[in-house]
C-alpha cells in the first residue's frame, strides 16, 4: 500500500513542483510585460508626482518576483497542507461524526484568527514594500549619478539616506514576522488545547460505549493529521500575504488609465499636417509642483511653414511650451491647438510622430549609434538597408556628426548607458540626427547646439534652418546667434510674453531683447577690431547688431574652418563591418558563459552570510530554541498517542484517569507549542529582517566606493545593479529568515524523533534511518540543477532589468519618440531567455523534488515491512514496531516541505555569490581609506604629458600628449571641439580614472601618491549636465560641504545669491525647502544649474572645475554667475571648459585642445594676435565686434 502511494506521490510531486514552477514563471513573464507596458503608457505627470525610476525598477524586479513566489512552489506547499487538512477533516467525519464536530466546532474562531492574521499580513507587506520602493529610488539615483556622488563625496550621506529608508522597510518586515508568529501561534496552539478537550471528549463517548478505543484514535490522528499541516505553513503564509501586498500595487498600476494615453488608438489622426500651432490663453502649473504657475494667459499663433525662436531668463516656461506642444502635459486653462484641432482631440502617438524634437539634455540609449539614430524613425522596419544607409549618412552630415565614421566601430560603436561613452557635443549631434531623420512637419529645438563646440554650432545650425524650411520649427535658445534668422521671436519672462518680432525689429526698439545681444558681445583687442577680416561683410555672424537690409546672410559658412575629419564612407559600410563585429561581439559572449560557468561553480559563502549575521546570534539563538521545541513536539507527542491507545484498552477509572493525564498533557503542549511558534517566527524575523538590511547596506555602500570604470563595464548598468540590489538580498533572507526556523525545526525533528525510535526499537531505527539518505540525496540533485539553470537564468535577466531602468529612466525620450512599443518588444525578447532557463531548470530538478517527496512513502513502506518481520521473529512487540515507524514519520513530515524550499535555496546560493563578488571587491581607486599624501594645499594643477583611454570604450585614444599646467590662485580654460578631450581632463583630475601615461599631479603631488577623499575634499566641480537628487533645494546646496561637517543657513544662502539663484528661490512658495524631483526634474536647466554652481561654490574648494557650467544659463543670468564665479576663483585655481569664449576671456591661460593635444596656449589677446584656432573660434562668436 505504501509503495502504491509512493509511487503515486512520486508522479504528482513532480507534477506539483514542475507545473507550478512553470507556471508561476509563465504569469511572471506576463505580469512584468504588463506592467512595464503600463509604466511606459502613464502621463509624465504620473510619473513625476510619486513614481521614482528606483521605485518602478523595484516593483517591476522585486515585487513581481514576490508575487511569483506566492504562485510557485510556497503555493504548492500551501495547496498540499489545506489539502491534507480538508482530508483529515473528511476521514475524520467519515469514522466519527460526533466526536469530529465537538472537535471543529472552534473553527469559527480559528477562520477569524487566520481572517486577523491575513488582513494584518497583507498590510505590513504593502507598507514593506513601500519603504522598499522608496530606498530603491535612493539606490538608483546614487548609482545612476556615481559620478556626482565621488565627486562630492557624498557616499556616507547616500548610503545614511538609504540606510533610513532600509530602517523602515525593517521595522515593517518584524511586523509581518510578529503578525504571523502570533497569527500562527494562536492557531496552533488553539488546536492542540482543542484536541486535548477532544482526546477527553473521545474517552466519554468509550466510556457510554458509543466509540471503541480504534474508532476515537482514527478520529484524533485523521484531525492531527490535518492541522499538522496547517500548522507548518506559517512562511509560505506569510510569502503569500507578502504576495498579495505586492499584488495590490502592481495591479494598481496595470489596472490605471492614463490621462494621456500613447498606446490608444483614441483620438484623430488627420491625413495631412500644415502646421499652424497655437496657444490660446494658456496657464499652466507641474502636477508635481501646483503652486508655482508656469505660464499664465499664454497666447501665441505659429504659422505654418515658420521659425518661432523662444528666448528669455531660464525657468521662463520656454521649455513647458515643447512640452505641451508634445502633449506631455496638458494646459489647466485654454487650450493649445495644431491646424485649428485642439491637442486632445488628436491621437497622442500621431501627434508624436510629427515632431521632431532635440531636447537640452539629449538622451541616447544604450546600444549602437546607429540603433539611435534609427529610433527616430517611427517604424524602420518598413524600409530596405540600402534606404536607411541612404538616410542615416545624410542625417549624419547635416548633423556634422562625422566623427563618427573615425571611431573604431563607425556607426555600430556602442554609445553606453546614457550616451556615456560619449562626449556632450557628441551626444548631442547625434540627437540632432535622430530628430531629423523622420522628416518631421514639426521640429522642436531646445537648446539644440548648446553642447557644440562654436565651429560644429555653426555648422549644425545652418544645417537644423535648412531642415526648417517649410515646417513649422520652434527654437528655444539662450545663445542668440541661433535665433537670429527666426522668422519671429518670442522674448519670454515668467510665462508671459514681453517682447516679440524679428531679430531687426527687436533690436530697433533697444529693449530687453537688445540689451540681451549686447550682453553676449565677446571682447576683442584693438589688432582684432582694426583686423580685415574682422569687418569681412561676409561673416554672417557679425550682423546681429546691424539692422535690416544693411547686409545680408551669406555663405560664408562654407569658408571657415571645418573640424578636420575622414571622408565619409559608403553607403552600406556598416554592412561590410558586421561580420567582424559579430564575430567580436559572439567571442566576449563566449568569455562571458565561460565567466558564468566559473562563477556559478564557485562555493556558496555561507559562512560570510553568517557572520554577517552576528548581531542577531541572540534572536537566532532563542529563535532556534523556539524551532527545536517545534520540532520535538511532534516525535514526542508519538509516546503520547502509543501511550494513549494502551489507555483507551482500559475501562472505568483507569481510562478516565489516563483521559485526564493525557488531555493535561496536550492542553500544555499547546501551550508550549502556540509559544515556540511565536518565538521561533518573530525571532526569526528579526534576524532576517536585520540580515537583509546589512547586506542591502553593505552592498550598497560597497557599490558607492568603487571606482567609476566599476560602473562602465557593460554588465553593470544602474539598472542590473539597482535590481540585484534589492533583489538578491530578498532571495538570501528566504534561507536565513523565517526558513532556517524550518530547517532547524527538521533537524530537531529528526534528531528527537530518531532517538525516540532508538530508544524503542535500535535495529529498526538503523533500517530506516540507512535507506533516509536518498531522501537527502533527490534533493540535492534537485538543487543542483536548479543552482546551474536558474543561476544562468538570473545572469541574463540583468540585461534585462537594464532595459527596464533604461527605458523609465528616460521616460520623457522615450515618450517623445514613442518608442514605448519598441522597448515593450525589447524588454519581452529579453524576458525569454532567461524564462527557458528557469523552465528547463523546474522540469529537470523536479525529478529530485518527486524522488525526495515519493521516496518518503517508500522508506515508510520498508520500515513497516521490516518492522512486521521483526514482529514475527519475535524480536520485537507490535507496540515497539508502532513507536519506532511513528516517531520517524513525524520527524520526516517536514521532508517534503524541506524539499519543496529547493528553489529558494539555489537561488540565495547565487544571490550570495553576487552579494560578496560586491562586497568583497577592493576598489582600484580607494575613496574610503586614510592611507595616501595629504600635501599643503597650493592649489596647482600639472598635467604632464598624458595618454588615456577609457576602459570599455571602443578603445580609442582620448588624450595624448597632454600638457596643461594649471598655476596656484590661476584660471585657465580648456576650449576646442566637441568630443576633443576637455571634459576627460577633469575626470582625470577628480582621479576617477588613472591616465595611460603621463601623470597628473595636485599640490605637487601625484594624484595616485594621494589619499583620494582628501584629494576631493580640496576640488569642487560644475559639470556639464548638472545632476541634482531628489530632496530640497537646501539639501542639494548643503551636499556640496564636506562629509561630515554641516552647512549653515548664512552659508547656504550665501552661496546661492552668489550662483544668482537666491532670488528664483526665494520666489518659490517654500524656498529652499522646495523639492527638485527625481534627477532636478521640476527645474528648468538654468535653475538646475545655478543650484550645481551654488554646491560647488559653498565647498570653498582650493580647485575649482568648470565644465559648460553656465551653458543652460540665459544671458543676464550667465553674467551675474560669471561675475560671481571670476569672484570665487581669487585665491583658488579654477580650469573652465567652455564653448561660450565670452566666459574665459578673464582667464590667466587659454589652452586650445585639438585631437586630444594642446594645440595653442596663451591669453586672450595672444590668441586673437596668432590669428590661429582661438581666433577663428572668435571670429564664429563675434556677435558685434564692428559695432
Known amino acids: 500500500m505504501y509503495t502504491a502511494i509512493g509511487c503515486v506521490a512520486f508522479v504528482t510531486a513532480y507534477l506539483q513542483y514542475s507545473c507550478l514552477i512553470v507556471s508561476a514563471e509563465r504569469q511572471l513573464r506576463r505580469m512584468r510585460e504588463e506592467y512595464f507596458r503600463a509604466v511606459l503608457r502613464q502621463e509624465i505627470g504620473w510619473h513625476e508626482t510619486s513614481n521614482s525610476t528606483g521605485g518602478l525598477t523595484s516593483r517591476l524586479q522585486v515585487d513581481t518576483t514576490l508575487i511569483r513566489n506566492g504562485m510557485a512552489e510556497k503555493f504548492g506547499v500551501v495547496a498540499q497542507s489545506v489539502a491534507q487538512f480538508l482530508t483529515g477533516v473528511a476521514v475524520a467525519y467519515t469514522r466519527g461524526w460526533k466526536m469530529s464536530l465537538v472537535l471543529t466546532a472552534t473553527f469559527p474562531l480559528l477562520i477569524a484568527i487566520g481572517h486577523t492574521m491575513g488582513v494584518g499580513l497583507a498590510r505590513a507587506a504593502m507598507k514593506q514594500q513601500e519603504a522598499l520602493a522608496n530606498a530603491s529610488a535612493v ?37 509581518l514576522g510578529a503578525i504571523t508568529g502570533g497569527g500562527m501561534g494562536s492557531l496552533f496552539g488553539t488546536e492542540f488545547i482543542l484536541y486535548g478537550f477532544g482526546l477527553w471528549f473521545g474517552t466519554t463517548l468509550i466510556d457510554a460505549g458509543e466509540y471503541d478505543g480504534g474508532q476515537v484514535m482514527s478520529v484524533f490522528f485523521s484531525m492531527l493529521i490535518g492541522v499538522y499541516a496547517i500548522g507548518q505553513m506559517a512562511p509560505e503564509i506569510e510569502a503569500i500575504a507578502s504576495a498579495t501586498g505586492a499584488a495590490y500595487r502592481v495591479w494598481e498600476t496595470i489596472d490605471r488609465t492614463a490621462s494621456i494615453d500613447s498606446s490608444s488608438n483614441d483620438g484623430l489622426q488627420p491625413d495631412g499636417v500644415k502646421g499652424i500651432i497655437e496657444f490660446r490663453s494658456v496657464a499652466f502649473t507641474y502636477p508635481s509642483r501646483d503652486d508655482v504657475k508656469v505660464l499664465d494667459g499664454f497666447s501665441l499663433t505659429v504659422d505654418a511653414g515658420t521659425t518661432v525662436a523662444l528666448v528669455g531668463a531660464s525657468g521662463s516656461g520656454k521649455s513647458t511650451i515643447a512640452k505641451l506642444i508634445e502633449r506631455l502635459y496638458d494646459p489647466d486653462a485654454g487650450s493649445v491647438l495644431l491646424d485649428g484641432e485642439n491637442l486632445r482631440n488628436l491621437n497622442v502617438r500621431w501627434l508624436r510622430q510629427q515632431i521632431g524634437i532635440v531636447s537640452q539634455e539629449p538622451v541616447l540609449f544604450d546600444g549602437s549609434i546607429r540603433s539611435n539614430i534609427l529610433m527616430g524613425l517611427h517604424d524602420h522596419s518598413t524600409y530596405d538597408e540600402e534606404t536607411l544607409d541612404a538616410k542615416i549618412h545624410n542625417v549624419v552630415k547635416m548633423a556634422n556628426a562625422d566623427f563618427i565614421w573615425n571611431l573604431p566601430h563607425g556607426i555600430d560603436t556602442s554609445v553606453g548607458e546614457r550616451g ?31 553642447a557644440l563646440d562654436t565651429a560644429s554650432e555653426r555648422q549644425v545650425q545652418k544645417a537644423l534652418e535648412q531642415a526648417s524650411e517649410n515646417r513649422t520649427t520652434i527654437v528655444i535658445a539662450h545663445r542668440l546667434s541661433t535665433v ?8 519670454m519672462h515668467r510665462g508671459k510674453i514681453v517682447e516679440s518680432g524679428t531679430h531687426n525689429e527687436l533690436l530697433q526698439r533697444s529693449g530687453v531683447y537688445a540689451t540681451l545681444v549686447q550682453a553676449q558681445e565677446l571682447a576683442k583687442n584693438d589688432s582684432d577690431e582694426s583686423s580685415e577680416d574682422s569687418s569681412d561683410p561676409e561673416n554672417d555672424e557679425q550682423i546681429l547688431l546691424v539692422p535690416s537690409g544693411k547686409m545680408e546672410a551669406s555663405d560664408s559658412d562654407e569658408k571657415l574652418p571645418e573640424t578636420p575629419r575622414v571622408e565619409n564612407p559608403k ?8 561580420p567582424d563585429i559579430k564575430r567580436v561581439k559572439d567571442e566576449e559572449k563566449a568569455i562571458l558563459r565561460k565567466e558564468d560557468a566559473e562563477y556559478l561553480a564557485r562555493p556558496t559563502p555561507w559562512r560570510r552570510v553568517m557572520q554577517l549575521n552576528t548581531p542577531e546570534y541572540g534572536f537566532m539563538i532563542i529563535g532556534s530554541i523556539a524551532a527545536g521545541t517545534m520540532g520535538v513536539v511532534f516525535p514526542v507527542s508519538s509516546l503520547l498517542f502509543s501511550g494513549m491507545a494502551s489507555t483507551f484498552a482500559t475501562t472505568g477509572d483507569d481510562l478516565r484517569n489516563g483521559s485526564r493525564l493525557y488531555t493535561l498533557m496536550f492542553f500544555a503542549m499547546g501551550v508550549v507549542n502556540g509559544a515556540a511558534f511565536f518565538i521561533n517566527l518573530f525571532f526569526f524575523s528579526l534576524s532576517g529582517e536585520g540580515l537583509v538590511m546589512r547586506i542591502r547596506e553593505s552592498y550598497f555602500r560597497a557599490l558607492l566606493y568603487q571606482e567609476i570604470a566599476f560602473f562602465d563595464h557593460p554588465r553593470r548598468s544602474t539598472g542590473a545593479l539597482t535590481a540585484k540590489l534589492a533583489e538578491d538580498a530578498t532571495q538570501v533572507k528566504g534561507l536565513f529568515g523565517q526558513m532556517l526556523g524550518v530547517l532547524v525545526e527538521f533537524v530537531a525533528s529528526i534528531v528527537s524523533g530518531s532517538i525516540i525510535a532508538f530508544f524503542n526499537g535500535w535495529k529498526l531505527t538503523l533500517a530506516i534511518l540507512a535507506v533516509f539518505p536518498l531522501l537527502g540525496f533527490g534533493a540535492y540533485i534537485e538543487n543542483r540543477q536548479f543552482l546551474q539553470s536558474f543561476g544562468s537564468g538570473q545572469i541574463d535577466q540583468m540585461e534585462t532589468n537594464k532595459i527596464a531602468s533604461e527605458a523609465i529612466s528616460n521616460i520623457i525620450t522615450v515618450s517623445m519618440l514613442t518608442k514605448e512599443k519598441y522597448f515593450e518588444d525589447l524588454y519581452g525578447e529579453d524576458l525569454t531567455g532567461p524564462f527557458r532557463k528557469v523552465v528547463k531548470a523546474a522540469l529537470v530538478s523536479g525529478f529530485g523534488a518527486a524522488a525526495a517527496s515519493g521516496g518518503q512513502f517508500l522508506v515508510l513502506a520498508f520500515g513497516w515491512w521490516y518492522g512486521c518481520t521483526l514482529v514475527r521473529s519475535g524480536e520485537y512487540s507490535g507496540v515497539q514496531v508502532q513507536n519506532v515507524v511513528w516517531s520517524l514519520l513525524f520527524a520526516s513530515a517536514s521532508i517534503g516541505r524541506i524539499t519543496a524550499t529547493m528553489p529558494s535555496v539555489a537561488k540565495a546560493q547565487i544571490a550570495a555569490l553576487s552579494i560578496f563578488d560586491v562586497v568583497d571587491r577592493v576598489p582600484e581607486l580607494d575613496a574610503q581609506g586614510d592611507e595616501g599624501a595629504c600635501p599643503e594645499p597650493t592649489g596647482d594643477a600639472l598635467f604632464h604629458d598624458i595618454e588615456f583611454k577609457y576602459p570599455f570604450r571602443n578603445n580609442a585614444t582620448v588624450l595624448k600628449g597632454f600638457h596643461v599646467q594649471a598655476d596656484s590662485g590661476k584660471s585657465i580654460a580648456l576650449v576646442g571641439s566637441s568630443g576633443c578631450g576637455k571634459s576627460t581632463a577633469l575626470a582625470l583630475v577628480e582621479r576617477f580614472y588613472d591616465s595611460t601615461a603621463g601623470s597628473v599631479s595636485v599640490d605637487g603631488e601625484d594624484v595616485r601618491q594621494w589619499n583620494l577623499k582628501k584629494l576631493r575634499q ?16 537646501w539639501e542639494n546646496i548643503s551636499y556640496g560641504k564636506p562629509d561630515g561637517e554641516t552647512a549653515t543657513q548664512e552659508e547656504i544662502q550665501g552661496a546661492a545669491r552668489r550662483a544668482n ?23 528648468s536647466g538654468g535653475q538646475k544649474q545655478r543650484i550645481a554652481i551654488a554646491r560647488a561654490v559653498i565647498r570653498q574648494p582650493n580647485l575649482l572645475l568648470l565644465d559648460e557650467a553656465t551653458s543652460a544659463l540665459d544671458t543676464e543670468s550667465e553674467h551675474v554667475v560669471q561675475a560671481a564665479l571670476e569672484d570665487a576663483s581669487h585665491g583658488r585655481t579654477t580650469i573652465t571648459i ?37 581666433w577663428e573660434l572668435c571670429q564664429q562668436q563675434g556677435l558685434g565686434a564692428n559695432v
Not at 557628441?426 to 521640429?443: D, E
Not at 553607403?571 to 558586421?578: L, Q
Not at 537666491?1062 to 527645474?1083: A, H, M, S, W, Y
Not at 587659454?1150 to 586673437?1168: C, D, F, N, T
Request: proline share 2%; glycine share 10%; charged share 25%.
Open 139 to 175: 539606490a538608483e539615483q546614487s548609482i545612476s549619478n556615481i559620478r556626482t556622488v565621488a565627486a562630492f563625496g557624498g557616499q556616507e550621506r547616500n548610503a545614511k539616506k538609504y540606510k533610513e529608508k532600509l530602517q523602515e522597510a525593517r521595522k515593517w518586515g518584524v511586523r
Open 420 to 450: 556615456a561613452m560619449l562626449s556632450g557635443g557628441q551626444k548631442q549631434r547625434i540627437a540632432i540626427a535622430r530628430a531629423i531623420v523622420s522628416n518631421p512637419k514639426i521640429l522642436l529645438l531646445d537648446e539644440a547646439t548648446s
Open 484 to 491: 537670429k534668422h527666426a522668422t519671429q521671436i518670442i522674448v
Open 571 to 578: 553607403r552600406g559600410a556598416h554592412i561590410k563591418s558586421a
Open 1018 to 1033: 580640496r576640488m569642487a566641480i560644475v559639470g556639464q549636465e548638472p545632476v541634482l537628487f531628489e530632496g530640497t533645494i
Open 1061 to 1083: 539663484s537666491l532670488k528664483f528661490i526665494n520666489e518659490l512658495p517654500d524656498g529652499f525647502q522646495t523639492r527638485v524631483g527625481e534627477r532636478g526634474g521640476l527645474l
Open 1138 to 1174: 567652455a564653448h561660450r569664449l565670452s566666459t574665459v576671456q578673464n582667464c590667466d591661460k587659454i589652452y586650445v585642445i585639438k585631437g586630444g593635444s594642446v594645440a595653442e596656449q596663451g591669453k586672450h589677446s595672444e590668441l586673437l594676435s596668432k590669428r590661429g584656432i582661438y
